[in-house]
């Protein structure tokens, strides 16, 4: 998740221009390899119309991984989707979480959208966080967290463009209970 100093996501009218910005080729990179060790992706509505108009016609190398995941579509307003590999949620997000853990696989990622991240957070359903902290303040915007949580930080990484890479892992979640370690970057 890209993320300001001050906690927000997006600016208050859903702005990412700060980040687009800063996203320059070391970021790109770094974020081909994270979602490559990943083969499924959880997507709220905003965020899945966001990147369906975005990632099937790109020619970044970035959408060659994305257009390949299964994506998950969280929503109650959507009938269809129609973004290659993607099917909306039949069940509430424990339980398809549950029901994706008990697959063979790799990583489920979660791509993003700021409402759909708290309630995961909210139910501890994320074992690691990835926030790409940027250099710069908002003042106001659309924040990540909505409520407290208490994570532990796993490692960090800083780019050339002065991001920081934060990971935490939450202790609540079912693979902290469960004993599993969450990889460092």
Same mark, same amino acid.
């Given at each position: ?6 906690? !927000? ?135 990540? !967290? ?40």
């Amino acid at each position: 998740m890209q993320i300001t100093l001050d906690g !927000f996501v997006a600016g208050p009218g859903g702005e990412l221009d700060w980040a687009m910005e800063r996203l320059d080729e070391e970021l790109f990179a770094h974020q081909e390899v994270l979602m490559q060790s990943s083969d499924t992706m959880l997507l709220g509505r905003v965020n899945y119309l966001d990147q369906a108009a975005h990632w099937p016609t790109s020619t970044q190398p970035l959408a060659k991984i994305l257009n390949a995941q299964q994506k998950i579509v969280f929503s109650t307003t959507l009938e269809n989707v129609d973004w290659e590999n993607s099917r909306l949620a039949t069940a509430s997000p424990a339980a398809e979480i549950a029901a994706l853990r008990a697959q063979q696989g790799t990583a489920i990622s979660v791509a993003g959208g700021s409402r759909f991240a708290q309630s995961l957070l909210h139910e501890h359903l994320i074992d690691e966080v990835r926030l790409y902290v940027h250099p710069i303040a908002l003042g106001e915007g659309i924040p990540l !967290f909505a409520e407290q949580i208490a994570l532990e930080l796993t490692g960090s990484r800083r780019f050339a463009n002065g991001t920081m890479l934060n990971s935490y892992r939450d202790p609540l979640s079912a693979a902290s209970r469960a004993g599993a370690t969450v990889p460092a970057d």
